[in-house]
């Protein structure tokens, strides 16, 4: 069974997780600095989230996270299960095996995403923290 | 204890012997193929090693459909997709039904480049990155006259943007020829300068995999063994082109290593000798050569067993030494084999300028091959590995 049975909730969890970095003062900066847009498609279920770190963001914030179809342009494509999506943000992915293995697949320059890797590291224990605010520790032993 | 996950794949058939290219046509029929586009370069034209390897065809039922000869040193968006007027198009209009590079890595990854438009469509840009390339494309045989880049065994291609002053890499299981043929009489040509620093480029592919932390038993046992092959048999090809003994070893070895580094990948010597290639022109055997004793000396304390097996391969005695003496060991061996070939020993000596050090590091930091390092790298101690190596 998948970890998250709608877009929606991909969206409340995953998104809204990414989403409550962006005005982060350790992290928001460094992702901003990269300059990039990566957009997230996700399968089972299907769904899509965009961050761009390219174009202004909103006051305070250091980037957009745009949910389902968005009109930007993204330079990298990432395409994987919402399911690895999920164990990714728990620290429990290693991307170039992932990547390797096809559970990942990156579409554009591989290289910003890894060059994010180290910056986007103190997330992974976020992440956990993230869902038990919102009432979903159970799905932390899904990882 | 064994990684939690490996994956090994080479799907390349590879046909090694002396004078091997003299049976081309026999081994391409293997492949069901008819029409054989050639991608190659006017230096290989002019030595006729292009015509000693398509003399291999006669008698076979594969004919030659086109000859594409102007691949340059670095392979290009703009050469793979247009060529002297759209080369993907040439081929097909050509009715070629397989593609055959002859020469270094800058050939074979045009050809490999080429192969995704000829097969796929679109741009090649389309295509960039890992996994985008989901079904196989058309046979691809590689027929390489330097022993270095291991690229007619890998599933990688990587082919500069000129625009935007960028290396893309493209990674697919679906990139790797069909068929390699290792024939050492096609590397006797090659200058001494240019076989010890695409030797290096091999030994460096070899020592990289081996301490990577996408090491796996199988690549181990490739990388260890071209480790002992090229340690004793680079002087001699270098010094003695002419050995043909030692050019089909080295030539071996160098196959052997790509089919390591194409799993277990490689690390910060890589992700440095780019950034010097990227921003400097410096070539990336002699890049390599220099910087590979200091990353060596970088990630001695991440894998101090396997630097001493490293020195144990390149011949040494390391009976009584403990692991961390052993690999340093293993450094000097390699910095000797570097000096006995006559190669630069430091970036100062490679056209880098000293100013040039701190954005090579930013360079480094962010280059895919950093990532499977075996000690995790900050942008500091890159820097100090540079300072080292100027």
Same mark, same amino acid.
Request: aromatic letters at 8%; one cysteine or more.
């Given at each position: 069974?998948?970890?998250?049975?709608?877009?929606?909730?991909?969206?409340?969890?995953?998104?809204?997780?990414?989403?409550?970095?962006?005005?982060?003062?350790?992290?928001?900066?460094?992702?901003?600095?990269?300059?990039?847009?990566?957009?997230?498609?996700?399968?089972?279920?299907?769904?899509?989230?965009?961050?761009?770190?390219?174009?202004?963001?909103?006051?305070?914030?250091?980037?957009?996270?745009?949910?389902?179809?968005?009109?930007?342009?993204?330079?990298?494509?990432?395409?994987?299960?919402?399911?690895?999506?999920?164990?990714?943000?728990?620290?429990?992915?290693?991307?170039?095996?992932?990547?390797?293995?096809?559970?990942?697949?990156?579409?554009?320059?591989?290289?910003?995403?890894?060059?994010?890797?180290?910056?986007?590291?103190?997330?992974?224990?976020?992440?956990?923290?993230?869902?038990?605010?919102?009432?979903?520790?159970?799905?932390?032993?899904?990882? | 204890?064994?990684?939690?996950?490996?994956?090994?794949?080479?799907?390349?058939?590879?046909?090694?012997?002396?004078? #091997?290219?003299?049976?081309?046509?026999?081994?391409?029929?293997?492949?069901?193929?008819?029409?054989?586009?050639?991608?190659?370069?006017?230096?290989?034209?002019?030595?006729?090693?292009?015509?000693?390897?398509?003399?291999?065809?006669?008698?076979?039922?594969?004919?030659?459909?086109?000859?594409?000869?102007?691949?340059?040193?670095?392979?290009?968006?703009?050469?793979?997709?247009?060529?002297?007027?759209?080369?993907?198009?040439?081929?097909?209009?050509?009715?070629?039904?397989?593609?055959?590079?002859?020469?270094?890595?800058?050939? +074979?990854?045009?050809?490999?480049?080429?192969?995704? +438009?000829?097969?796929?469509?679109?741009?090649?840009?389309?295509?960039?990155?890992?996994?985008?390339?989901?079904?196989?494309?058309?046979?691809?045989?590689?027929?390489?006259?330097?022993?270095?880049?291991?690229?007619?065994?890998?599933?990688?291609?990587?082919?500069?943007?000129?625009?935007?002053?960028?290396?893309?890499?493209?990674?697919?299981?679906?990139?790797?020829?069909?068929?390699?043929?290792?024939?050492?009489?096609?590397?006797?040509?090659?200058?001494?300068?240019?076989?010890?620093?695409?030797?290096?480029?091999?030994?460096?592919?070899?020592?990289?995999?081996?301490?990577?932390?996408?090491?796996?038993?199988?690549?181990?046992?490739?990388?260890?063994?071209?480790?002992?092959?090229?340690?004793?048999?680079?002087?001699?090809?270098?010094?003695?082109?002419?050995?043909?003994?030692?050019?089909?070893? #080295?030539?071996?070895?160098?196959?052997?290593?790509?089919?390591?580094?194409?799993?277990?990948?490689?690390?910060?010597?890589?992700?440095?000798?780019?950034?010097?290639?990227?921003?400097?022109?410096?070539?990336?055997?002699?890049?390599?050569?220099?910087?590979?004793?200091?990353?060596?000396?970088?990630?001695?304390?991440?894998?101090?067993?396997?630097?001493?097996?490293?020195?144990?391969?390149?011949?040494?005695?390391?009976?009584?030494?403990?692991?961390?003496?052993?690999?340093?060991?293993?450094?000097?061996?390699?910095?000797?084999?570097?000096?006995?070939?006559?190669?630069?020993?430091?970036?100062?000596?490679?056209?880098?300028?000293?100013?040039?050090?701190?954005?090579?590091?930013?360079?480094?930091?962010?280059?895919?091959?950093?990532?499977?390092?075996?000690?995790?790298?900050?942008?500091?101690?890159?820097?100090?590995?540079?300072?080292?190596?100027?």
């Amino acid at each position: 069974m998948a970890v998250f049975q709608s877009d929606v909730e991909v969206y409340d969890y995953i998104g809204e997780f990414i989403s409550s970095v962006k005005d982060d003062p350790a992290i928001g900066p460094k992702i901003r600095q990269a300059g990039i847009i990566i957009r997230f498609v996700y399968r089972e279920p299907q769904s899509q989230i965009t961050i761009d770190a390219r174009n202004p963001a909103p006051e305070g914030h250091f980037y957009t996270v745009y949910y389902g179809d968005s009109a930007v342009e993204p330079d990298l494509v990432m395409s994987m299960s919402a399911d690895t999506a999920h164990s990714f943000w728990l620290g429990k992915v290693n991307l170039m095996a992932a990547l390797t293995r096809g559970q990942i697949v990156a579409k554009g320059p591989v290289a910003t995403a890894l060059k994010l890797l180290p910056v986007i590291q103190p997330t992974y224990a976020m992440y956990p923290k993230f869902l038990k605010e919102h009432g979903r520790e159970e799905l932390v032993k899904f990882g | 204890m064994l990684p939690e996950y490996f994956e090994f794949f080479v799907p390349a058939r590879i046909a090694a012997g002396r004078g #091997m290219s003299g049976s081309l046509g026999p081994e391409m029929e293997k492949l069901g193929v008819r029409r054989a586009f050639v991608v190659t370069d006017q230096v290989l034209m002019q030595l006729g090693l292009v015509q000693k390897v398509l003399d291999g065809l006669a008698g076979s039922a594969v004919e030659v459909a086109g000859i594409f000869d102007e691949v340059r040193p670095n392979s290009e968006v703009g050469l793979v997709e247009k060529g002297p007027g759209d080369l993907p198009e040439l081929a097909r209009v050509a009715g070629a039904d397989v593609l055959v590079a002859i020469g270094g890595g800058s050939n +074979i990854d045009t050809a490999k480049g080429m192969n995704i +438009i000829l097969s796929e469509g679109g741009h090649l840009l389309d295509y960039e990155g890992f996994g985008v390339i989901t079904r196989p494309l058309k046979p691809l045989v590689a027929i390489p006259t330097t022993a270095g880049t291991g690229s007619e065994v890998t599933q990688f291609a990587v082919i500069k943007h000129e625009a935007i002053h960028t290396k893309l890499s493209f990674s697919s299981p679906y990139l790797a020829p069909n068929l390699a043929i290792l024939d050492p009489e096609l590397t006797v040509n090659l200058p001494p300068k240019l076989t010890a620093s695409t030797g290096m480029d091999a030994l460096t592919h070899a020592v990289e995999t081996y301490v990577s932390t996408s090491w796996n038993p199988i690549a181990d046992g490739l990388a260890l063994e071209a480790i002992r092959i090229i340690g004793a048999n680079l002087v001699e090809a270098t010094t003695n082109g002419g050995n043909l003994e030692a050019r089909y070893q #080295m030539l071996v070895a160098s196959t052997m290593a790509g089919m390591a580094f194409s799993s277990g990948m490689v690390g910060c010597v890589h992700a440095m000798a780019h950034a010097a290639g990227g921003l400097f022109d410096v070539p990336h055997g002699i890049a390599n050569s220099i910087l590979l004793p200091y990353g060596m000396e970088y990630n001695l304390e991440a894998r101090p067993e396997k630097f001493r097996e490293i020195a144990r391969a390149l011949g040494n005695d390391v009976e009584d030494q403990d692991p961390k003496a052993g690999g340093w060991t293993a450094i000097e061996a390699v910095f000797d084999l570097a000096e006995r070939c006559g190669l630069p020993r430091a970036l100062s000596e490679a056209g880098v300028p000293e100013e040039g050090l701190p954005t090579m590091a930013e360079a480094a930091m962010v280059d895919g091959a950093i990532f499977t390092n075996p000690r995790p790298a900050e942008y500091d101690e890159i820097l100090a590995v540079l300072k080292k190596a100027y």
